[in-house]
């Protein structure tokens, strides 16, 4: 099975800045890593597909790259709304594996 | 626009099965172009994958869970299910529903509890 290391476990940001968040995957994927946003008692919803494709409606203050195994999302100009818990998921091969998450605090 | 919706008993006792369906709408099963999912999440925890299933019937499951997880799917009605056997506490979680493997429309989540 692939894992995905996922980090920071939390980080605390401001208004206005930017934070990346890493999640490094135990073996090669490829560019099949999506990135999910989670608010409190909601659904996780899909931001990034294919390591940089981002959904319809997502703000271009998202996004996302590869480094090898290393797949970052970036997230600039943070907005209070961004407060929320983010997940990798990489969909390359079954079975499917998400990263721990990344409880992000504005 | 595609929906999921998650049913069945919010309550189930332990050693029972625990038995959830998901209904989809503004998409076809049986157009063959995604796998159907379902996720958990237990109170407080992170995302874990189940299993998917092809509307041929093809499924993958969780190795964790695998001897007791059991996905169906029933393209008549455009709906999938899960099934999970021999339950106890751990169980306890939000269950999901989702489209494809890339996830991208999910149902609201159903909260299933396992207590007696």
């Known amino acids: 099975d692939i894992q995905l290391t996922q980090s920071p476990s939390s980080l605390s940001a401001s208004v206005g800045d930017s934070v990346t968040i890493t999640c490094r995957a135990s073996?090669?994927?490829?560019?099949?890593l999506a990135w999910y946003q989670q608010k409190p008692n909601k659904a996780p919803e899909r931001l990034i597909s294919g390591t940089s494709k981002l959904d319809s409606g997502v703000p271009s203050r998202f996004s996302g790259s590869r480094s090898g195994t290393d797949f970052t999302l970036t997230l600039n100009n943070l907005l209070p709304e961004d407060s929320a818990v983010y997940y990798c998921l990489q969909h390359n091969s079954f079975p499917l594996t998400f990263g721990g998450g990344t409880k992000l605090q504005i | 626009q595609v929906r999921l919706q998650e049913s069945g008993p919010g309550l189930v006792k332990p050693s029972q099965t625990l038995s959830l369906t998901c209904s989809v709408s503004?998409?076809?099963?049986?157009?063959?172009?995604?796998?159907w999912n379902w996720i958990r999440q237990p109170p407080g925890m992170g995302l874990e994958w189940l299993g998917s299933?092809?509307?041929?019937?093809?499924?993958f499951s969780n190795p964790s869970l695998k001897s007791r997880l059991s996905i169906s799917v029933d393209t008549s009605k455009n709906q999938f299910s899960l099934k999970v056997t021999s339950v106890t506490a751990a169980d306890t979680a939000v269950y999901y529903c989702?489209?494809?493997?890339?996830?991208?429309?999910w149902g609201q989540g159903a909260l299933v509890t396992v207590s007696s």
């Open positions: 299933i092809f509307h041929t019937g093809v499924s």
């Open positions: 989702a489209r494809s493997r890339r996830l991208d429309y």
């Open positions: 073996q090669g994927i490829g560019y099949q």
């Open positions: 503004g998409d076809s099963i049986n157009s063959g172009d995604f796998y």
